[in-house]
């Protein structure tokens, strides 16, 4: 399902767009949470449920002002929800994957493991199916926000190119800024991610109207980031949770080893992707997509 809302116009009403950009992303975490609950083999679906829940949230605060707060709110809420209730079993799945294709520079044990992970998948899967007794609820809510979206402001409703261009600079200053802190500092690194995300998420309700020659250009320049600190982000992310998985009293002798082994290896391929990116990442990069983005918008 496409992330881009098309045939829309700069002179188009706010609302409209709203209203377009939220049905087809609550269509999206419609499909993917049918088959996360009813085809667990197939991590896929597991994944597109929460970057389709991310992005419906983008789509709730991007348009804030025209949608029904209350209800805007409640349905925040809800996505959130749904989201935190298929991370488990989105560490799971990635974990599987990783041990599954990841080239290590020691050889480790992975069958023990990926039997462990594989249990705990399935001890995730109930809360991931109990989303179905909420799912009725919220897909009626999206469509009570859709329904009542309109202009709330005084006077006339802005066009949509214009009112773009102007909404794009928040989560653009945003990457910038966070661009510019210390990246050596994983903190700091986690930040400009996330904001980087922000500001894809941004474009992708913010550029309907462009070039999509443009659009795509900045789309690939942004994924390319995305990817590269994702990488970084997942190893952090495995290395934290192998070792707390080595606590816990199902994993004793043998297993708990390999795990804390594991979880070190992680670890250095963590600071191994970090100190490869902070020798490709620069201020020429940063002013590269800032570019890019403003001359999207030119006529």
């Known amino acids: 399902m496409s992330k881009w809302v098309d045939r829309i116009r700069a002179t188009d009403a706010v609302h409209s767009v709203a209203k377009t950009a939220l049905k087809f992303r609550i269509r999206a975490v419609k499909k993917n949470l049918a088959g996360a609950t009813t085809c667990p083999a197939e991590p896929e679906y597991v994944h597109q449920l ?20 209350a209800r805007r709110k409640r349905l925040r809420m809800m996505l959130r929800d749904a989201r ?32 462990f ?46 009112w773009a261009e102007q909404a794009i600079r928040d989560p653009l200053k945003s990457f910038v800024d966070a661009s510019r802190c210390d990246l050596s500092e994983l903190t700091h690194l986690h930040k400009f991610r ?13 550029a309907c109207h462009c070039s999509p020659k443009k659009r795509k250009q900045v789309g690939r320049d942004a994924a390319r980031i995305q990817q590269r600190l994702g990488d970084i982000n997942d190893h952090a992310a495995a290395s934290a949770l192998l070792n707390q998985w080595s606590e816990s009293e199902t994993a004793r002798g043998t297993l708990e080893s390999e795990l804390k082994r594991v979880a070190q290896l992680e670890a250095d391929l963590a600071i191994t992707g970090q100190v490869a990116f902070l020798k490709w990442w620069d201020e020429k990069r940063a002013r590269s997509l800032k570019q890019a983005i403003k001359k999207m918008y030119a006529t």
């Open 194 to 206: 996330i904001a980087g995300k922000r500001l894809r998420y941004a474009v992708e309700l913010l």
């Open 117 to 162: 992970i594989a249990q705990l998948r399935l001890e995730a899967q109930p809360p991931l199916e109990a989303l179905n007794d909420t799912a009725d609820d919220l897909f009626q809510l999206a469509k009570e926000v859709r329904r009542k979206t309109r202009w709330r402001g005084q006077g006339q409703e802005p066009s949509y190119g214009c």
């Open 84 to 115: 935190r209730a298929a991370g488990a079993a989105r560490d799971l799945d990635v974990m599987a994957l990783r041990l599954g294709q990841c080239e290590y520079h020691v050889e480790i044990d992975r069958e023990p493991l990926l039997q």
């Open 50 to 69: 929460r970057v389709a829940c991310r992005r419906s949230n983008a789509a709730l605060a991007t348009f804030q002002d025209w949608y029904p707060r």
